[in-house]
């Protein structure tokens, strides 16, 4: 019976690291542009290539994006697993996920953030391969799209020189921005910070192992914080976070009741009591 039990979770967590769901999120956002209305914002991170991710996951996960079509796409990092192998062999090894992403396109542009694992194996060399996709890293910075809609990124909070006010700096006070992190936690940095309508992260991999029917995850990767659900969260009255579980694992390529995703946001127009 225990034997058949394990079985059965070893089973499930298996399944759920290869069942990748595609997520289609409306998001309300005041100011937003008529222009703009129903932007369609591609979301993908958290790819670990090497040790908790296989190359036919990725390119799956990827084959899926370019389907959808994107407007414009966000990277949010971990584009390698950093985790005990990190000599230059390996490194080139697991440098496979940039010749995959070369495979997207969006009319509006690919944008990326670092995250943790990426200062772990080198920075330099990760910002030099997005370059070819070609995306644009967002070091504390930030790019206008079109009709006060704006675009920002920060570094990684746990490793990097994140600097949220410095990417928002000389935005007018009507911009429209989403902003992008790796970690979620950068909502802590934006106390008062109007202009920030939605953060999109990934890192927390949405617990990797939830509790069913509770919803809740025991551990989180660098977040006590989002230990509830993943997804789009309403973040205060002005502002949303959408965090996807992306697409690798921490440690180990377990997933129960958590499987991996690739994400659709919408851009709508909020209305005056939203």
Same mark, same amino acid.
């Given at each position: 019976m225990i034997l058949s039990s394990f079985t059965l979770v070893g089973g499930v967590a298996c399944v759920s690291t290869r069942r990748l769901e595609v997520l289609h999120k409306q998001v309300p956002l005041a100011g937003l542009a008529k222009r703009m209305d129903g932007l369609k914002v591609g979301v993908m991170s958290d790819f670990h290539a090497g040790a908790s991710a296989t190359r036919e996951n990725i390119f799956h996960a990827i084959s899926i994006m370019k389907a959808e079509k994107p407007e414009v796409i966000m990277l949010l990092g971990d584009f390698m697993d950093a985790d005990f192998l990190? /000599?230059?062999?390996n490194i080139g090894e697991r440098a496979y996920v940039f010749d995959a992403l070369q495979g997207l396109n969006a009319p509006l542009g690919i944008?990326?953030?670092?995250?943790?694992?990426?200062?772990?194996?080198d920075q330099g060399f990760v910002k030099k391969e997005l370059s070819r996709i070609p995306a644009v890293v967002l070091d504390n910075q930030s790019v206008s799209l079109d009709n006060g809609l704006v675009v920002a990124g920060v570094d990684d909070l746990l490793i990097g020189r994140p600097n949220p006010q410095k990417a928002l700096k000389?935005?007018?006070?009507?911009?429209t921005v989403m902003l992008l992190s790796h970690n979620p936690n950068v909502n802590l940095h934006l106390e008062g910070e109007a202009r920030v309508g939605l953060v999109i992260s990934g890192h /927390?991999?949405?617990?990797?192992i939830r509790i069913p029917l509770l919803n809740w995850a025991?551990?989180?990767?660098?977040?006590?914080?989002?230990?509830?659900?993943?997804g789009l969260i309403r973040e205060t009255k002005h502002r949303w976070t959408f965090i996807t579980k992306g697409i690798g694992?921490?440690?180990?390529?377990?997933?129960?009741?958590?499987?991996?995703?690739?994400a659709i946001l919408y851009l709508t127009r909020a209305k005056p009591d939203v």
């Open positions: 990190r /000599t230059r062999k944008y990326a953030v670092l995250g943790n694992h990426d200062h772990y194996i000389n935005l007018c006070q009507n911009s /927390t991999h949405g617990g990797q025991p551990w989180v990767p660098g977040s006590g914080r989002y230990k509830g659900p993943s694992t921490r440690l180990a390529p377990v997933r129960v009741a958590c499987p991996p995703d690739v």
